[in-house]
């Protein structure tokens, strides 16, 4: 599969959350990209210009876990990443520092335990000692929150939430709402736009592993949608208005949803969305931007054509926009100016 590749200068990594060099969330740049190819560069502030009463805006609530665990096997230090909950007590996990057969038992606290029961290509199935709510009050005592290698210092895990993040369950933030603030949600709602939730939980995006390149139809999800965000959504398409996704994980989980219309309730999603993708609901995305290669810039294709996304993204890199979490933001909109 041919994905979209530019170069990206280390300098464009963020590595540092805007609070910490000297601003606020929402203190970060914005590029917003029309489906005709037409570009406006703001400030994230400005995003408010951007919407229209009777908009939805529908937010990713999933919360952060800390999903790097270390422990010890045969006294040997073991460190793995979380990637996908399995059932109250399993999970599939990825070795991130050594490894241990199936049939060990992970040491990490005098509490939690982990049994290894399974391995599946790069990953592992763990069986915890705990499950449920003591689970992942375990996690949040013992993990860590996934850092990659840009990221230099050990920020606390409270800088890898969305201030709207409820439901604990993401191994990684859902990052595109990171510069979102309460203000910034009552001021839309003030001017008649709809704001609803979706729960869609993320896994790994780095499978740590060059070689390993897994068809997107094997990245299983899960994802719920209220009865509350299925009717407004379901008013919003009745009526011609348009509905704002911030996240591709809000896309994917209301795409999968669509049956005619939006069915509330929920599963496991693995839908792969690129440019032959027809879109039955979103008419828009806030998103990071993505690095090189990566699956979500297939999706970003199903909202602009590739070489409109390939121009503005070159662009992005000539004006120093930031990537990554803590870097700045793209608004994508299927229509032309207003």
Same mark, same amino acid.
Do not use: C
């Given at each position: 599969?041919?994905?979209?590749?530019?170069?990206?200068? /280390?300098?464009?990594?963020?590595?540092?959350?805007?609070?910490?060099?000297?601003? $606020?969330?929402?203190?970060?740049?914005?590029?917003?990209?029309?489906?005709?190819?037409?570009?406006?560069?703001?400030?994230?502030?400005?995003?408010?210009?951007?919407?229209?009463? $009777?908009?939805?805006?529908?937010?990713?609530?999933?919360?952060?876990?800390?999903?790097?665990?270390?422990?010890?096997?045969?006294?040997?230090?073991?460190?793995?990443?979380?990637?996908?909950?399995?059932?109250?007590?399993?999970?599939?996990?990825?070795?991130?520092?050594?490894?241990?057969?199936?049939?060990?038992?992970?040491?990490?606290?005098?509490?939690?335990?982990?049994?290894?029961?399974?391995?599946?290509?790069?990953?592992?199935?763990?069986?915890? /000692?705990?499950?449920?709510?003591?689970?992942?009050?375990?996690? +949040?005592?013992?993990?860590?929150?996934?850092?990659?290698?840009?990221?230099? +210092?050990?920020?606390? !895990?409270?800088?890898?939430?969305?201030?709207?993040?409820?439901?604990?369950?993401?191994? &990684?933030?859902?990052?595109? $709402?990171?510069?979102?603030?309460?203000?910034?949600?009552?001021?839309?709602?003030?001017?008649?736009?709809?704001?609803?939730?979706?729960?869609?939980?993320?896994?790994?995006?780095? =499978?740590?592993?060059?070689?390993?390149?897994?068809?997107? /139809?094997?990245?299983?999800?899960?994802?719920?949608?209220?009865?509350?965000?299925?009717?407004?959504?379901?008013?919003?398409? #009745? &009526?011609?208005? #348009?509905?704002?996704?911030?996240?591709?994980?809000?896309?994917?989980?209301? &795409?999968?949803?669509?049956?005619?219309?939006?069915?509330?309730? $929920?599963?496991?999603?693995? !839908?792969?969305?690129?440019?032959?993708?027809?879109?039955?609901?979103?008419?828009?995305? =806030?998103?990071?931007?993505?690095?090189?290669?990566?699956?979500?810039?297939?999706?970003?294709?199903?909202?602009?054509?590739?070489?409109?996304?390939?121009?503005? +993204?070159?662009?992005?890199?000539? #004006?120093?926009?930031?990537?990554?979490?803590?870097?700045?933001?793209? =608004?994508?909109?299927?229509? /032309?100016?207003?």
């Amino acid at each position: 599969m041919q994905r979209m590749t530019f170069r990206l200068p /280390s300098e464009l990594h963020a590595s540092i959350p805007p609070e910490q060099r000297g601003s $606020g969330r929402g203190d970060v740049r914005m590029m917003v990209l029309y489906e005709n190819g037409s570009v406006d560069h703001k400030d994230f502030k400005d995003i408010v210009n951007y919407f229209q009463k $009777g908009d939805v805006l529908i937010l990713n609530n999933s919360r952060t876990l800390p999903a790097e665990l270390e422990g010890t096997t045969n006294n040997e230090k073991v460190r793995f990443r979380l990637s996908r909950r399995l059932n109250e007590s399993e999970w599939e996990v990825l070795y991130s520092k050594g490894h241990a057969d199936v049939g060990q038992t992970i040491q990490i606290s005098n509490e939690l335990t982990a049994l290894v029961i399974k391995t599946d290509g790069p990953f592992v199935h763990l069986s915890f /000692s705990r499950y449920g709510v003591e689970l992942f009050n375990e996690l +949040y005592r013992n993990g860590q929150p996934i850092r990659y290698e840009y990221i230099q +210092y050990p920020w606390e !895990l409270d800088y890898y939430q969305t201030v709207y993040g409820t439901v604990p369950g993401s191994v &990684e933030m859902t990052s595109a $709402g990171r510069a979102i603030s309460w203000e910034l949600i009552f001021a839309l709602k003030a001017m008649g736009v709809k704001v609803g939730y979706v729960t869609l939980h993320t896994g790994l995006s780095d =499978l740590l592993q060059e070689d390993w390149s897994p068809d997107p /139809s094997n990245h299983f999800e899960s994802y719920h949608i209220p009865e509350e965000t299925a009717r407004m959504l379901n008013e919003a398409k #009745r &009526e011609g208005r #348009r509905v704002i996704a911030v996240g591709t994980t809000v896309v994917r989980a209301i &795409e999968t949803a669509f049956d005619r219309d939006i069915k509330a309730g $929920g599963g496991l999603t693995n !839908l792969y969305i690129n440019s032959s993708s027809k879109l039955n609901v979103i008419n828009g995305l =806030l998103t990071g931007f993505h690095e090189p290669e990566a699956s979500h810039l297939d999706m970003l294709t199903a909202f602009v054509s590739e070489s409109i996304l390939r121009n503005a +993204y070159n662009d992005a890199v000539e #004006r120093m926009y930031l990537w990554h979490e803590f870097g700045d933001v793209n =608004l994508i909109l299927k229509d /032309s100016k207003r």
